[in-house]
């Protein structure tokens, strides 16, 4: 079964960077497409980004605004969220998903359903 870990999350201070890492184990990952996503306290989870099993082509929510980036490696069974100048607001845990479908609508990604979810990691942006 497919297991995802993350990993790169901390503490940042404002305009600061993260990378976050996502490995998966248990199945290939280069068939599916792999999303972002993200739970801020007391707020529903969103869509940060999604990226294609070829990784040609990915999907942004309008909050990333340029300074986040989605890529994954498929010969290290691993995606990734480059993360730069982040705020306050960006804290939350964030999670990778993979192996459905995701979906961009005014300004807001969405998924139809991942089959699975890591665990999550915990982004805190001080001020």
């Known amino acids: 079964q497919l297991q995802l870990v993350e990993s790169g999350g901390g503490l940042v201070q404002l305009g600061g960077s993260l990378r976050l890492s996502c490995a998966a184990s248990?199945?290939?990952?280069?068939?599916?497409?792999i999303g972002w996503f993200r739970q801020a306290p007391g707020k529903e989870r969103e869509g940060v980004s999604c990226i294609s099993p070829s990784g040609g082509s990915t999907i942004d929510a309008d909050f990333v605004k340029g300074r986040f980036t989605i890529s994954r490696d498929n010969a290290k069974n691993t995606m990734y969220l480059q993360m730069n100048n982040l705020t306050p607001e960006d804290t939350a845990v964030y999670y990778c998903a993979v192996r459905g479908a995701c979906y961009r609508r005014s300004g807001v990604v969405g998924t139809y359903g991942m089959d699975y979810w890591g665990k999550g990691i915990l982004v805190t942006v001080s001020s």
């Open positions: 248990g199945d290939d990952l280069s068939s599916y497409a």
